[in-house]
């Protein structure tokens, strides 16, 4: 049946309406027969086919496996995969995870996920260690299909499972985002990622898994903030790490905030020299363009500077780390004002649309950005430590009067003063001079504008 599904495919890639039509009809008859997904299996497995094929044939086997694969899914169509076609799928699909093609291991590896969703670990207990094997595997393409599998697996998993899962794949994820252990960046990132989950539902089932193994993930997480930013891919590390820091920090403050002080110190630092890059390469100048990872996440240093400011948002509200704040913050204000500035991205934005703009900058559900960020956490500071913020703040806005102060921290400047004017009481206030500030930087914008 493989070559007949074969022509069926290559026949639906045809420019000839009627011909393409009819194979799309004849492949979604063979939908309902259980030789259907064994010959896609086979298909998307024989790299001596052609890529498309392979690749299509994969994505119609996810597809089966989503409609078909159990009566109790919501999904389901008829008919139900039998047990003789869920052994022959369970066997061979793990194969896939080492195709030489990226997007058609990705299918395969969400496949497997889907299959592994409702199969482990009551009937399929081989699956995660089979997994591990695949992780310590020689095969580059084994070993990333693996991770793939792993971080849609992750997604899915039942919480009263991930204990176990956390337990039996810990090991190998740290080993990957150790610098000098050969992985790839990208390998690192996605080890970063799995965790992350796996983290947020340990910390839901409020287990004790990790009880033992905090300071091993503390080294390491100190270990991917030190790494050298060589490609672009190691951003993902560095925003990878600090969502993962945030979900420990959420679901184990009291335990994480003992051990973390030379892993946080490392974190003021790199967020000190992170302000500096992204003042000159995204205010000063348009080297920074917007990037998204292929979860359609934001990457790059843009990326890494969200992650790094949420972190500090939740630390700053948990009181296990309120010592460490306090210490570590105080130097951080000048880097939280400069990430309060608007990017040359967004000046090219107000300049061709001032009041969607400010419409979308006001919309804090439908933009996430840098500068908005920045603004939650500088408001949580001004909650919080605001005999720490008034010092720097002052000397800011100060500063943004001066004939030398860019457009940015003018702007900033009054972005600034509108949103934290309310936490501020009034013998506050008369520090700013609002009079003298209002008559004279403020009416001279207006005058030039």
């Not at 497995?45 to 119609?60: P, T």
């Not at 066997?91 to 969703?117: K, Y």
């Amino acid at each position: 049946m493989d070559q007949e599904i074969l022509k069926l495919i290559d026949a639906s890639f045809a420019n000839d309406n009627e011909k393409r039509t009819k194979a799309e009809e004849a492949l979604a008859h063979c939908d309902g027969t259980q030789d259907f997904p064994r010959a896609l299996l086979m298909i998307g497995l024989n790299e001596e086919v052609g890529l498309q094929y392979r690749q299509s044939a994969s994505v119609l086997l996810k597809n089966w496996i989503d409609y078909h694969w159990t009566s109790t899914a919501d999904k389901f169509k008829e008919p139900e995969a039998s047990e003789e076609t869920k052994e022959f799928i369970r066997h061979g699909l793990p194969r896939g995870l080492a195709n030489e093609s990226r997007a058609v291991r990705n299918v395969f590896a969400a496949a497997l996920s889907i299959v592994a969703g409702w199969e482990w670990p009551e009937t399929w207990p081989d699956f995660v260690p089979n997994l591990i094997d695949a992780l310590n595997s020689d095969n580059a393409n084994m070993v990333d299909g693996a991770l793939r599998c792993l971080k849609e697996f992750s997604t899915d998993i039942n919480g009263k499972f991930a204990p176990e899962m956390i337990q039996s794949i810990l090991p190998k994820l740290l080993e990957f985002m150790t610098p000098n252990s050969g992985a790839t960046p990208i390998m690192a990132a996605r080890s970063l990622q799995i965790l992350t989950t796996l983290t947020m539902l340990i910390s839901d089932a409020r287990a004790k898994t990790l009880e033992d193994q905090y300071e091993k993930i503390l080294t390491v997480f100190r270990a991917c903030i030190l790494r050298p930013v060589e490609e672009e891919d190691d951003w993902l590390i560095k925003r990878n790490v600090f969502n993962c820091f945030n979900e420990l920090v959420k679901g184990f403050s009291k335990k994480v905030a003992p051990l973390s002080a030379h892993c946080l110190q490392d974190c003021w630092t790199f967020i000190a020299k992170l302000s500096k890059q992204y003042l000159a390469t995204a205010i000063n100048s348009d080297e920074t363009e917007s990037q998204e990872d292929s979860d359609s996440e934001t990457a790059g240093i843009q990326g890494t500077v969200m992650a790094a400011m949420e972190f500090l948002c939740t630390i700053i509200e948990k009181k296990a780390f309120t010592k460490v704040v306090q210490i570590g913050i105080p130097p951080l204000i000048p880097s939280l004002m400069i990430f309060l500035q608007a990017s040359a991205g967004q000046i090219s934005a107000w300049e061709d649309d001032p009041d969607r703009f400010v419409e979308e900058e006001d919309d804090e559900v439908m933009l996430c950005s840098v500068r908005t960020i920045a603004m939650d956490l500088l408001l949580c500071v001004a909650k919080d430590f605001l005999g720490v913020l008034l010092p720097p703040l002052l000397e800011y806005v100060g500063e943004s009067q001066s004939g030398s102060a860019s457009w940015q921290q003018r702007e900033s400047a009054y972005y600034i003063i509108g949103a934290v004017a309310s936490a501020l009481e009034e013998e506050h206030m008369t520090k700013f001079n609002i009079q003298g500030y209002l008559e004279g930087p403020t009416l001279r914008d207006l005058k030039s504008g």
